[in-house]
Nanobody, 115 residues
């Protein structure tokens, strides 16, 4: 059974930090995990950060310089380090994996940034 599970969300004050983790299990591995997305209330889901198999990263303009995506192949996880958090970062954060033409999503982890 394929599973993608996010963790690490919570409540933090503006300026603080959180580290999200995405774990893969079943027939997918960390190299199949491609990106973090987020969805704020009343808004569409948006791409936050992505990472290729070679480790090349890409970020939304709104998080550049504050967020870092990284892959740990030993532990089969992809993490999102979030620093200098702002209230507008408040959202449910989702991990996205691909295996062939099939996309896998976790249930998300809630991040709330208070002002």
């Amino acid at each position: 059974q394929v599973q993608v599970v996010e963790s690490g969300g919570g409540l933090v004050q503006a300026g603080g930090s959180l580290r999200l983790s995405c774990a893969a299990s079943g027939s997918i591995s960390s190299t199949d995990i491609k990106a973090w997305y987020r969805q704020a209330p009343g808004k569409q889901r948006e791409l936050v950060a992505s990472i290729t198999n070679s480790g090349r990263t890409n970020y939304a303009d709104s998080v550049k310089g504050r967020f870092t995506i990284s892959r740990d192949n030993v532990n089969n996880t992809v993490s999102l380090q979030m620093n200098s958090l702002k209230p507008e970062d408040t959202a449910v954060y989702y991990c996205n994996a691909w295996r062939g033409s099939i996309a896998y999503w976790g249930r998300g982890t809630q991040v709330i940034v208070s002002s």
